[in-house]
């Protein structure tokens, strides 16, 4: 079993920035594939970033390709997304969320396995 821990949402206003942390328990952290996800009130989960440890493959959604950054830090078994020019819009719930190896997609829930509590981010205009 993975436990996956979030911290560092917050409220920032529009042009901010924020970064999310997420660290697992367990071994196996660099074989992991892991993502990012967020949820709007009334919009379905949606993948926002990801990335498989094993080699450091990162995959982005449109909407946040160059404001936002996927990273680990392999020795601390934490995954961060750093977020830049936060909009409006990107007020959601934010996951983390795991599986071991390679996963087909990393910004698809259905392929992952473990997920974390989420942290709120709130963005203001």
């Known amino acids: 079993q993975v436990q996956l821990s979030e911290s560092g949402g917050g ?13 697992a328990s367990g071994d196996g952290f660099d074989t992991y594939s ?5 949820q709007a009130p009334g919009k379905e989960r949606e993948g926002v970033a990801g990335i ?7 995959d982005y959604d449109a909407s946040v390709k160059g404001r936002f950054t996927i990273s680990e830090d392999i020795a601390k078994n934490t995954l961060y997304l750093q977020m830049d020019s936060l909009k409006p819009e990107d007020t959601a719930m934010y996951y983390c969320a795991a599986s071991r190896g390679r996963v087909w997609s990393f910004l698809s829930s259905r392929y992952m396995t473990y997920w974390g509590q989420g942290t709120q981010v709130t963005v203001s205009a």
């Open 52 to 58: 498989y440890i094993g080699d450091g493959i990162r």
């Open 11 to 23: 409220s920032v206003q529009a042009g901010g920035s924020l970064r999310l942390s997420c660290t």
């Open 34 to 38: 892991m993502g990012w996800f967020r």
